[in-house]
């Protein structure tokens, strides 16, 4: 379980406190899964450049994006009947949970999507994604893409 982290404190400090006290606990799957995070806050940084800082945005895509290779991890795993190494991914995917925002429940994501279809003033599928991007900006990590995009086509069509 990851500590409670103070409400000012950032997503960056909060992973790499988090990675402290991970590495005292020897508690070698929440290290590893930050290592990686530290490692990809490095590379955005170094992406953006000196005069730039990374940004929680930055950092909540980059948990984001980890998140999703590991779920594609344990979808090809188990389809190989690798379920020890599914297991491991499945591990390491908790730890990345806790540190993306509380997700939208099913009737919080279908008033944001006729929210936004309202926004848009959308009437077809091929206002779809301008529909999707209003909400995945207005719930920044919040909302899974695939549940959203089903939800507005089935509204859409």
């Given at each position: 379980m990851v500590p409670e982290a103070p409400i000012a404190m950032s997503l960056k400090k909060r992973i790499e406190s988090d990675f402290v006290a991970a590495y005292k606990a020897k508690d070698a799957v929440r290290l590893?899964?930050?290592?990686?995070?530290?490692?990809?806050?490095?590379?955005?940084?170094?992406?953006?450049?000196?005069?730039?800082?990374?940004?929680?945005?930055?950092?909540?895509?980059?948990?984001?994006?980890?998140?999703?290779?590991?779920?594609?991890?344990?979808?090809?795993?188990?389809?190989?009947?690798?379920?020890?190494?599914?297991?491991?991914?499945?591990?390491?995917?908790?730890?990345?949970?806790?540190?993306?925002?509380?997700?939208?429940?099913?009737?919080?994501?279908?008033?944001?999507?006729e929210a936004a279809i309202a926004a848009c003033a959308a009437t077809s599928v091929k206002d779809m994604g301008r529909v999707m991007q209003t909400v995945m900006n207005d719930y920044k990590g919040r909302v899974d893409g695939k549940k959203l995009s089903e939800l507005v086509r089935a509204r859409l069509a």
């Amino acid at each position: 379980m990851v500590p409670e982290a103070p409400i000012a404190m950032s997503l960056k400090k909060r992973i790499e406190s988090d990675f402290v006290a991970a590495y005292k606990a020897k508690d070698a799957v929440r290290l590893a899964v930050l290592r990686h995070m530290k490692t990809a806050i490095s590379t955005r940084q170094a992406e953006l450049g000196r005069d730039k800082e990374v940004t929680e945005d930055d950092v909540l895509a980059l948990v984001a994006r980890q998140l999703k290779q590991r779920q594609d991890s344990v979808d090809q795993y188990a389809k190989a009947g690798r379920q020890d190494l599914a297991d491991v991914e499945a591990a390491e995917m908790e730890v990345l949970r806790a540190y993306m925002p509380a997700q939208l429940g099913e009737e919080e994501t279908v008033a944001a999507v006729e929210a936004a279809i309202a926004a848009c003033a959308a009437t077809s599928v091929k206002d779809m994604g301008r529909v999707m991007q209003t909400v995945m900006n207005d719930y920044k990590g919040r909302v899974d893409g695939k549940k959203l995009s089903e939800l507005v086509r089935a509204r859409l069509a």
